[in-house]
Structures are given as structure tokens and as C-alpha cells.
């Protein structure tokens, strides 16, 4: 008999940050990965914290009204120099994992270290390298902006994660990826969003 074709699994990765906060989507089939589109949620400096919040809410509310993907992931928070900074970084991660758990999406945690080790193969790569190794495993025309390489990157870091063993987990916690899931409601709305895509028209 012949076996089945391999399922795609859509992985929705996020970069999360008060000013900027970056997305990338790709699509998982065995062990092949493949673009679909990747960009930035923009929040204005001049706008009040609950506004801005609000704007990543629909803003990532958008993506996935969009691009329907199966799994989220999203980078964990690192310790800054600025505690304040820290404290902002952490309330824009947490609207970006609250969107995501009521549009219904399991949400995997992935430390910074980790995500480049699974992208560049260690650690302490910079920023360049991380674009540099995204753009060959996605074979992109050219090195996506910052905070879209680092979505990307958690996105690959979650493929990388769970297809070495046959099929990414439903449930529970890998080092440095913590899995939730909720089904609950779309929130409503969207955000004016920079991105690109690589759909098939």
C-alpha cells in the first residue's frame, strides 16, 4: 500500500516587543519547511501602554484571521539591564499569548538560547547570523527584517522541536517550550500591519 502524504502543519511564530513585535508563518510538511509570510506589528511611542497593548491584540488577531495557522510559538522573556524595560516586554508578550490562546492555538514558550541553537546551531549567534541562517532554510530572496528573522526563528525552533521525532506534541512542556491550549473566542478587530507574503495567489 502506499502511505498517506505527509500533513502541513502552519506554524505562527512571534517576536514579541512593545514598539515592535515580529510574525512569521511557515508551513511544516515532514521534514521540509516552507515560507508563507512574516512582517511587523508597529505600536505608537506616543500612545498609552493599554493602547498599545490593544494594537498587538489586533494585530496578531489579524495574522491568524489570515493565515489560519495550526501551532503558535513565541520567544520567552530575557532579563534586561532596565527592569522597566523587562516589565514592558513582559506585558506585550503576555497580550500577544492571551490573542493567541482565545483564537484557540496552542502556544509553545522557547528561550532566546534555544531558538538559536535550533536556527544557527549555537547559542550566541547574533542577529545577522539568525537572518543569515533564516533566509537559507526558508531559501528567501533575501534576509527578512530583524524581528521577522527572530519570529521566523521561534517558528523554526518549534518545528525543529517536535518533527525530529516523528510529529510535533499536543501537550506539555520541552525544555525551554512551555504548551498551553484553550479553545476560546476570536477576539474581535485588526491592526494595520507591515508584512509580507509569500501565499500562492
Known amino acids: 500500500m502506499t502511505a498517506p502524504p505527509p500533513t502541513t502543519l502552519r506554524i505562527l511564530g512571534i517576536d514579541p516587543g512593545?514598539?515592535?513585535?515580529?510574525f512569521g508563518v511557515i508551513d511544516v510538511t515532514g521534514s521540509k519547511l516552507a515560507y508563507v509570510a512574516s512582517g511587523c506589528i508597529r505600536t505608537d511611542d506616543k500612545a498609552g501602554l493599554p493602547e498599545r497593548l490593544a494594537t498587538i491584540?489586533?494585530?496578531?488577531?489579524?495574522?491568524?484571521?489570515?493565515?489560519?495557522?495550526?501551532?503558535a510559538a513565541i520567544e520567552e522573556v530575557?532579563?534586561?539591564r532596565n527592569p522597566w524595560s523587562t516589565l514592558l516586554l513582559g506585558q506585550a508578550r503576555g497580550a500577544a499569548i492571551t490573542t493567541l490562546t482565545l483564537a484557540g492555538l496552542p502556544v509553545a514558550e522557547y528561550g532566546t538560547m534555544q531558538i538559536k541553537q535550533a536556527v544557527v546551531g549555537h547559542g550566541r549567534a547574533d542577529k545577522t547570523q539568525v537572518q543569515h541562517m533564516v533566509r537559507r532554510l526558508l531559501q528567501l530572496p533575501g534576509d527578512p527584517s530583524p524581528d521577522a528573522a527572530d519570529a521566523l526563528a521561534c517558528a523554526i525552533c518549534h518545528a525543529h522541536g517536535g518533527l525530529g521525532m516523528g510529529a510535533l506534541p499536543t501537550a506539555g512542556r520541552r525544555r525551554g517550550g512551555r504548551l498551553m491550549a484553550k479553545d476560546l473566542a476570536r477576539l474581535p478587530g485588526a491592526a494595520t500591519l507591515s508584512t509580507s507574503s509569500g501565499d500562492k495567489k
Open 18 to 22: 512593545l514598539r515592535i513585535t515580529g
Open 57 to 71: 491584540a489586533r494585530g496578531i488577531d489579524a495574522i491568524v484571521a489570515a493565515h489560519t495557522p495550526s501551532q
Open 78 to 80: 530575557f532579563l534586561n
